[in-house]
């Protein structure tokens, strides 16, 4: 089976990708440049209260992902034929078209990358499933693993599998995933729970796909939120680190009725 892999440069894509490697032998990959792991995105702030908080919270992510996830990176893993690198400006380019026409995949993941356009889009096998770290509809676009924490829903902190389509994260879903909310979980911690949980799911997708089982697809509610790169301020950080010291979790934890079921759509896990 001809695997395509369309995904971004961070240690955390590489780990929940990794089952693919062991189970699919002809895979080619796309791969864009993302920001720095250990300083993140630049966001805008007012102040150095702002600025501190913003080196604290990825100081904070940047250890705790080296710990779970290394520092490896999947162009370790291919020769140069096999895979190009590209540029969020750069990812729906001609020679990004070539690269899929080329290889004419019969099955992609795609994970972390930029926004694909409608020609790339096209060119794309019917079976494309996206990993969104995220929990769509309720969590769609960026920085989706943070959100839940900051609207005192940590609970809603998950991975969502599903098709793609000319939105951003609203395409039909295959699964979604949530880790088990423990004591002294803070907003980084959950965040790698359920991206570890995700790798674990992704084995159970990848059998059913060999397997040629029946994939179940679930149309997405309207009722949803995007958030944009430009929707994070680093004074959203106060109340994570200032007001609950990054233990969230631990508050809805006091009174366990306090966390309300969710209904997910999810695969059988066997």
Known sequence: MKTLIICGSHPRHYFIL??????FKNIKCIMMKRESVKFGPEYKYNNNFEKKLLKKHFNIRYKKEKKYFGIENISKKFLKEEIIFTKNSTLNSNKTLRFVEKFKPNLCFIMGSGILKKKLMKKLPKLTINIHLGL??????SATLFWPSYNLEPWKTGVTFHKID???DSGPILHQCVPKLKKNMGVVDLSISAIKKARNDLRFII?????????TFKPQSSN??????????????KLIYEFFDDKIVNYFLKEKKAIPKINLVQIKLK
């Open 18 to 23: 990794k089952p693919l490697f062991k189970e």
């Open 136 to 141: 769509s509809p309720w969590y769609r676009g």
């Open 166 to 168: 000319q939105n951003i």
């Open 207 to 215: 059998k059913k796909i060999k397997r040629k089982k029946k994939l």
């Open 224 to 237: 949803s939120r995007t958030y944009l790169t430009k929707t994070f301020r680093a004074v959203h950080l």
